[in-house]
C-alpha cells in the first residue's frame, strides 16, 4: 500500500531542503524528503571552503555551514526524511516508487519536487585518448577524497577545466602539500568564477593556460604524463603546440550535468541547452504537480540562488497539493536570443502575483564593460537591464517586478527573446 504525503521532495541537497522547508510553512502537512545518502546537505557537506550564504544569509559560510541551517530548520518544523533511499521511478499521477534497506516502498504525492542535483562529467565523456591508468579523477570525486575520506589521491597533478570544484581543489591540493602543475582550459576563457580564480590560482602561483587541452594521458599502471595542445578560435587542434608534461594524476573539473533520469520517467520535457526540465516561474514542469528545482534545472554558480529555486518550488508545490492554485493561463516562451546561451525559465504566465519573478541566464561570451541585458517581442524592447559586466561562468540574476511585466507583455503572445548587447 502507498504511503500517502502532500509533497515529496527527491534530493535533501540545498535545494530539496529549501523546498521542504517553504512547503511546510505554505502548509503542506505532511511533507517527506527521500535522499539516496545517509545524510541531508547534499555535496555541501564536502565542500569545506568558504564562499556560501552571502544572498540569503548575508554571511561567507563555508557548505556544511550553510547545510547546517537549513537542515535545523527543516528538523525545527518536523520534516520527515528519508535516507539511503534510492527512488528508481516516477510516474505522471505522482506515484513515487524506491528501494532502501527496508525494501522496495511505494509513495504517493500530492505533488512533487524534483531536486536531484547534477553529476560531474567524466573522461569517457569528453573522449580523451590514451591509455587507461590509475590516476585520472573528476575534481568532485578528489574534494570527497581529500575533505572527507582524509586520502591524499596523487603527488603531481595537472587539472584539465577552469571550473569552480577544479580551481578550489587545486588551492586545497597545494595547501595538502601536492604540487599543482597548471590548469589548463579548452576554451578561451575562465569558466569559473573570477574570485576562484583569484583566490585559488593567483594567490597560489599556480598557471592558466586557456584555449589549451590534454590531447593524451600516458601511463601504464599510474598515469605518468599528459600530452597537452593548443586550440584556435574554432576549438580546433593546432599541430606543433604539443608539450609533454610529467605528472601522476590528472584531474577533471570540465561541467556538471543536470540529473534528470527521474525527470525523464515522469515524462517531464528537457530543455536540450540545460540538460534541465523546462520549468515557468513557479518552477512546474509539464507534467500538473511535478516541480524542479536547483542543479537539476540549470547548473548555479551560487547555492544561494539554488536555495531561492528551492524555496519557489516548494511554496507552489504546497499550493497545487492543496488545490489553493490557479490553473496555468496563457504563457510567454521565455528564449536565449543574441549572445545568450541559456535562460531559466522557459516560460512565464501572463497573470502573476506575489513575489518577484527571477530570469536567470548565461551569456556566451566576455563582456567586461557595462552590458545591457533585453527582452524582446522581435524588434520591439519589452525589458531592459543593465549589467556592470558579463561573464559565461557568472550566471545574471534579473528580478522583475510582476506588476511590470504583465504591464509591458499585455498583448504579446508567442515568446521573448533574451539577449544581451
Known amino acids: 500500500?502507498?504511503?500517502?504525503?502532500?509533497?515529496?521532495?527527491?534530493?535533501?541537497?540545498?535545494?530539496?531542503?529549501?523546498?521542504?522547508?517553504?512547503?511546510?510553512?505554505?502548509?503542506?502537512?505532511?511533507?517527506?524528503?527521500?535522499?539516496?545518502?545517509?545524510?541531508?546537505?547534499?555535496?555541501?557537506?564536502?565542500?569545506?571552503?568558504?564562499?556560501?550564504?552571502?544572498?540569503?544569509?548575508?554571511?561567507?559560510?563555508?557548505?556544511?555551514?550553510?547545510?547546517?541551517?537549513?537542515?535545523?530548520?527543516?528538523?525545527?518544523?518536523?520534516?520527515?526524511?528519508?535516507?539511503?533511499?534510492?527512488?528508481?521511478?516516477?510516474?505522471?499521477?505522482?506515484?513515487?516508487?524506491?528501494?532502501?534497506?527496508?525494501?522496495?516502498?511505494?509513495?504517493?504525492?500530492?505533488?512533487?519536487?524534483?531536486?536531484?542535483?547534477?553529476?560531474?562529467?567524466?573522461?569517457?565523456?569528453?573522449?580523451?585518448?590514451?591509455?587507461?591508468?590509475?590516476?585520472?579523477?573528476?575534481?568532485?570525486?578528489?574534494?570527497?577524497?581529500?575533505?572527507?575520506?582524509?586520502?591524499?589521491?596523487?603527488?603531481?597533478?595537472?587539472?584539465?577545466?577552469?571550473?569552480?570544484?577544479?580551481?578550489?581543489?587545486?588551492?586545497?591540493?597545494?595547501?595538502?602539500?601536492?604540487?599543482?602543475?597548471?590548469?589548463?582550459?579548452?576554451?578561451?576563457?575562465?569558466?569559473?568564477?573570477?574570485?576562484?580564480?583569484?583566490?585559488?590560482?593567483?594567490?597560489?602561483?599556480?598557471?592558466?593556460?586557456?584555449?589549451?587541452?590534454?590531447?593524451?594521458?600516458?601511463?601504464?599502471?599510474?598515469?605518468?604524463?599528459?600530452?597537452?595542445?593548443?586550440?584556435?578560435?574554432?576549438?580546433?587542434?593546432?599541430?606543433g603546440t604539443e608539450q609533454i608534461i610529467p605528472c601522476d594524476s590528472v584531474l577533471l573539473s570540465v561541467g556538471l550535468i543536470p540529473e534528470n533520469e527521474l525527470s525523464k520517467k515522469a515524462g517531464v520535457i528537457l530543455d536540450p541547452l540545460t540538460g534541465g526540465p523546462e520549468v515557468d516561474e513557479k518552477m512546474a514542469t509539464n507534467i500538473p504537480g511535478i516541480f524542479a528545482a536547483g542543479n537539476a534545472v540549470t547548473i548555479y554558480d551560487l547555492v544561494d540562488y539554488v536555495s531561492e529555486a528551492g524555496f519557489t518550488a516548494g511554496r507552489n508545490a504546497a499550493l497545487f497539493a492543496s488545490g489553493n492554485t490557479i490553473s496555468p493561463a496563457d504563457t510567454i516562451k521565455i528564449l536565449p536570443g543574441e549572445n545568450v546561451r541559456t535562460v531559466v525559465p522557459q516560460a512565464i504566465n501572463k497573470q502573476l502575483s506575489g513575489n518577484q519573478v527571477l530570469i536567470e541566464l548565461r551569456v556566451t561570451k566576455d563582456f567586461p564593460s557595462p552590458v545591457k541585458i533585453e527582452l524582446t517581442d522581435g524588434d520591439n524592447v519589452v525589458l531592459a537591464f543593465r549589467e556592470k559586466y558579463a561573464r559565461p561562468a557568472e550566471m545574471i540574476t534579473l528580478k522583475i517586478n510582476p506588476e511590470l511585466f504583465m504591464e509591458k507583455t499585455a498583448g504579446i503572445s508567442g515568446a521573448l527573446k533574451v539577449r544581451a548587447l
Not at 509533497?7 to 524528503?33: D, F, S
Not at 520534516?79 to 505522471?92: Q, S, Y
Not at 512533487?112 to 590514451?130: D, N, W
Not at 575533505?147 to 589521491?153: A, K, Q, S
Open 1 to 239: 500500500m502507498a504511503l500517502t504525503y502532500d509533497v515529496i521532495i527527491i534530493g535533501a541537497g540545498p535545494a530539496g531542503l529549501a523546498a521542504a522547508i517553504e512547503a511546510k510553512k505554505t502548509g503542506a502537512q505532511r511533507v517527506l524528503i527521500i535522499e539516496r545518502n545517509n545524510e541531508p546537505g547534499g555535496i555541501l557537506t564536502q565542500c569545506i571552503h568558504n564562499g556560501f550564504g552571502s544572498v540569503i544569509f548575508k554571511k561567507d559560510l563555508p557548505g556544511p555551514s550553510y547545510a547546517h541551517n537549513f537542515i535545523t530548520q527543516a528538523r525545527e518544523v518536523e520534516i520527515e526524511m528519508l535516507f539511503d533511499t534510492m527512488v528508481i521511478d516516477i510516474t505522471p499521477n505522482r506515484s513515487i516508487y524506491a528501494t532502501s534497506k527496508n525494501g522496495f516502498m511505494e509513495f504517493q504525492a500530492g505533488a512533487i519536487v524534483l531536486a536531484m542535483g547534477c553529476r560531474e562529467r567524466t573522461r569517457s565523456q569528453i573522449r580523451i585518448p590514451g591509455t587507461r591508468p590509475a590516476g585520472v579523477f573528476t575534481a568532485g570525486m578528489v574534494q570527497r577524497m581529500v575533505n572527507i575520506e582524509n586520502l591524499m589521491p596523487g603527488k603531481n597533478f595537472v587539472i584539465l577545466g577552469s571550473g569552480d570544484i577544479g580551481m578550489i581543489m587545486a588551492r586545497r591540493l597545494t595547501l595538502e602539500g601536492a604540487n599543482v602543475i597548471k590548469v589548463v582550459e579548452l576554451m578561451p576563457y575562465l569558466t569559473g568564477l573570477r574570485r576562484n580564480y583569484v583566490q585559488c590560482l593567483q594567490d597560489f602561483n599556480i598557471p592558466l593556460e586557456l584555449s589549451t587541452t590534454i590531447k593524451t594521458i600516458n601511463g601504464n599502471n599510474r598515469v605518468e604524463s599528459v600530452e597537452t595542445l593548443k586550440v584556435d578560435e574554432s576549438l580546433k587542434q593546432i599541430p
